[in-house]
């Protein structure tokens, strides 16, 4: 964790992160899609059965060699937006009742994420489900605490943003890092 602009974008499933991150490529900021779901997606593709719901250990290993991958290309003078990050792996295994492997944190917290994380509540009126996103409601409500969870416990910040239109949502954000001084 530190000062970084690298800007993580967390929250339940369904509530609004990947229209928010669109709207700040649309703006002109460097984005990155939520990592996980391109993993499901292509063991989709591939008939490969390693997913969150029949092998989340496995799964969330592959998806952490992807974020640290993708961390070693940021460039620290540049702001960058998140769909999620290796925080949200360790709030997706104790939502499944499985202990995060020591490291998962030991990279979260080494990487240079910034302290201060946007944080989506759960949005029930929102709330879709589609190929990759298959958790009920219930379960994202309780996916929703395991993330808050696994951020504070790991000292980050949580912003919430408020309930609204993606470009108000996106004006908070922007208003907030502005806040920050580093845009």
């Known amino acids: 964790m530190s000062d ?4 993580i974008i967390t929250g339940a499933p369904s509530t609004g992160k990947t229209s928010i991150l669109n709207e700040l490529s ?9 990592i996980a779901r391109q993993v499901i997606r292509e063991n989709l593709d591939s008939g ?6 029949n092998q989340m250990q496995l799964f969330s290993d592959m998806v952490l060699e992807r974020m640290k991958t993708l961390v070693t290309s940021f460039d620290p003078n540049q702001i960058q937006f998140l769909d999620r990050s290796m925080v949200d792996l360790i709030g997706y295994m104790h939502f499944a009742g499985k202990e995060a492997p020591e490291h998962y944190q030991e990279e979260a917290l080494k990487v240079g994420y910034a302290k201060k994380v946007f944080y989506l509540p759960i949005w029930t009126d929102i709330y879709t489900t589609d190929e990759e996103r ?18 504070h416990n790991l000292g980050f910040e949580l912003i919430e943003v408020p309930k609204g239109p993606v470009s108000e949502r996106v004006e908070f954000i922007l208003n907030s890092c502005q806040a920050l001084s580093e845009i």
Request: with cysteine; charged share 25%; net charge negative.
């Open 134 to 151: 298959k958790e009920s409601v219930e379960e994202a409500e309780k996916i929703d605490q395991a993330l808050y969870n696994a951020y």
């Open 26 to 34: 649309n703006k002109g900021f460097t984005c990155h899609n939520e």
């Open 48 to 53: 490969l059965e390693i997913f969150p719901w």
């Open 4 to 7: 970084n602009p690298y800007y």
